[in-house]
């Protein structure tokens, strides 16, 4: 019946977990100041996931194979994803 909330294994709701500071009370002022930040974040990941795809389907339509593990470094953020 959990599963149907939309509650997490501990009983809390997921969706409120970004919206509480470290000692578990609701801090919406943290929450608006960061939502920008987690935007551009999930954007990046969103970006280097698509980049990873166009780069696997070059490499198999050149007759290549990757072999080890692709590691980008964001110019602008210096955010490394691996």
Same mark, same amino acid.
């Given at each position: +019946? *959990? %599963? /149907? =909330?939309?509650?997490?294994?501990?009983?809390?709701?997921?969706? $409120? *977990?970004?919206?509480? &500071?470290?000692?578990?009370? @609701?801090? +919406?002022?943290?929450?608006?100041? =960061?939502? /920008?930040? +987690?935007? %551009?974040? !999930?954007?990046? %990941?969103?970006?280097?996931?698509? $980049?990873?795809?166009? @780069?696997? &389907?070059? !490499? %198999?339509? !050149?007759?290549?194979? @990757?072999? &080890?593990? @692709?590691?980008?470094?964001?110019?602008?953020?210096?955010?490394?994803?691996?």
């Amino acid at each position: +019946m *959990n %599963e /149907s =909330l939309g509650r997490g294994k501990k009983g809390g709701d997921c969706r $409120l *977990n970004r919206k509480k &500071n470290k000692e578990g009370y @609701i801090d +919406m002022t943290a929450y608006y100041g =960061l939502q /920008s930040q +987690m935007r %551009e974040d !999930a954007d990046l %990941e969103k970006a280097v996931h698509c $980049l990873i795809h166009v @780069i696997r &389907n070059q !490499a %198999e339509l !050149a007759g290549f194979q @990757i072999e &080890n593990r @692709i590691v980008f470094r964001h110019r602008k953020t210096g955010k490394v994803f691996r």
